[in-house]
């Protein structure tokens, strides 16, 4: 069973910086797809950003393309979210999940395994 942690959320100021972090409990990870959902209160979870196995290729939503960046660092078991620019409408619960397959799927019916998820609160 694998297991993701993230890490990194907290209460910020609009136009503030954070980097949210996922740990993997084992290197089968590294073969997968990583992705960065979000859920609102009230709202439907949404993609964030994904990258694929080997960092070769990353996908954004639209309103967090320029603001936010994601990276891997597969020795390590590691997925990151680099978030700049921080607006309130950014405030959610982050999860990262590992996808079925290698690819920066947006999709997130083809992710297997989700972490608890991390709070972000952006105030203006």
């Known amino acids: 069973q694998v297991q993701l942690r993230e890490s990194g959320g907290g209460s910020v100021q609009a136009g503030d910086s954070l980097r949210l972090s996922c740990v993997c409990s084992?290197?089968?990870?590294?073969?997968?797809?990583m992705g960065w959902f979000r859920r609102a209160p009230g709202k439907e979870r949404e993609f964030v950003a994904a990258?694929?196995?080997?960092?070769?290729?990353?996908n954004y939503a639209d309103d967090v393309k320029g603001r936010f960046t994601i990276s891997r660092d597969n020795a390590k078991g590691a997925v990151y979210l680099q978030m700049d620019s921080l607006k309130p409408e950014d405030t959610a619960l982050y999860s990262c999940?590992?996808?079925?397959?290698?690819?920066?799927?947006?999709?997130?019916?083809?992710?297997?395994?989700w972490g608890q998820g991390t709070q972000v609160t952006v105030s203006s």
């Open positions: 999940a590992a996808a079925l397959g290698s690819m920066a799927t947006t999709n997130d019916e083809r992710y297997r395994y």
């Open positions: 084992k290197r089968t990870c590294s073969n997968n797809g």
């Open positions: 990258i694929s196995w080997n960092s070769g290729s990353q």
